[in-house]
């Protein structure tokens, strides 16, 4: 099994999440042509870890990159987009590519992004090395953002999560998911989640979106996801904990009433867009209790943060909604 990254909870820390402390891992200027790098997903692979990276260019061009570590924390971004080639589709038209998610299901990794096709929708592809990658047709009409497939099939069917929402900045959005047989048709849409009312929880009164791949743990799916208020100020996004049923992933057990982890430190709150922390990836490792979450700051670059599998439950059942 490849060593997650991992550093001990600061010994004057009270918190359930904390930061990596030489955060950020990666800059906004990583490779030569970028205006920024966030929202990126990684996996385990071989002897180390390979990544999906959100890379805008200087002309703020959204597209995304492949990327290698040894250590999950040092990281080599290809300087070129990846280029897809046809899957189970001939349809590879995309106007725009970014938030992308990774996560390795029976023989294949899939990524799955946002995808300018008439607007954003959720676009498919795998890849067996992170070499040649093959896209897939587009899983839902446009709009939708925030696809997240879980790790393994649900009662037969492959699953994913998402948020419909519109083709502007979104202010509103809650979490659904949907099923598919191949991969290809996907339905059987089902809500999983709403934004809350104000008075009950404000950080994530305006919208939510699936985070990370969901992990499987003994109370069922762990589902981080990123909650949004509306202030005068611009929206605000941080992130909460959810506990999904094991076989019905619409029944939300638990839910984080406050945030796990908020835009309060200066890589968090100054950027392209202030107070901003975005999770699309998480590395686990359930023996060790270890759970390392990548994301996304200020839509500006990417940092990490730590904590155990174990305590972010027991935070989520005894502060839940």
């Given at each position: 099994m490849n060593t997650i990254p991992w550093q001990d909870k600061p010994i004057n820390s009270n918190e359930v999440i904390w930061r990596y402390s030489e955060n950020p891992i990666i800059n906004r200027d990583q490779i030569p042509t970028s205006n920024s790098i966030f929202n990126s997903a990684v996996v385990p692979f071989k002897d180390g870890f390979a990544g999906v990276f959100r890379c805008d260019n200087k002309a703020v061009q959204m597209n995304i990159f492949a990327g290698f570590s040894k250590n999950g924390i040092d990281w080599n971004i290809n300087h070129e987009p990846i280029e897809m080639k046809a899957g189970n589709t001939e349809m590879i038209d995309s106007d725009y590519k970014y938030d992308?998610?990774?996560?390795?299901?029976?023989?294949?990794?899939?990524?799955?992004?946002?995808?300018?096709?008439?607007?954003?929708?959720?676009?498919?592809?795998?890849?067996?090395?992170?070499?040649?990658?093959?896209?897939?047709?587009?899983?839902?009409?446009?709009?939708?953002?925030?696809?997240?497939?879980?790790?393994q099939k649900i009662n037969g069917k492959y699953a994913m999560l998402s948020r419909p929402s519109d083709n502007g900045h979104t202010p509103f959005g809650d979490i659904y998911i949907s099923y598919s047989p191949d991969m290809k048709f996907w339905g059987e849409h089902r809500c999983v989640m709403k934004a809350t009312a104000f008075e009950d929880s404000a950080w994530q009164c305006t919208k939510i979106g699936a985070g990370p791949i969901p992990i499987l743990t003994n109370e069922g799916w762990l589902m981080l996801y990123h909650g949004v208020i509306n202030t005068c100020n611009g929206f605000r996004y941080a992130m909460g904990a959810a506990i999904l049923d094991e076989n019905q992933p619409d029944n939300v057990k638990y839910r984080t009433q406050p945030y796990l982890l908020g835009p309060q430190v200066n890589y968090e709150q100054v950027g392209d867009v202030p107070n901003v922390v975005f999770p699309c990836a998480a590395l686990h490792d359930i023996e060790q209790d270890k759970l390392a979450i990548y994301y996304g700051a200020a839509d500006t670059v990417v940092a990490l943060a730590y904590g155990k599998i174990s305590e972010v439950i027991q935070y989520t059942k005894e502060n839940s909604l």
């Open positions: 992308p998610r990774v996560v390795f299901i029976e023989d294949r990794y899939w990524i799955t992004w946002c995808n300018g096709y008439h607007g954003p929708t959720i676009g498919i592809a795998y890849t067996f090395d992170f070499v040649e990658f093959f896209q897939c047709e587009n899983a839902f009409l446009p709009f939708n953002r925030n696809g997240v497939l879980f790790p």
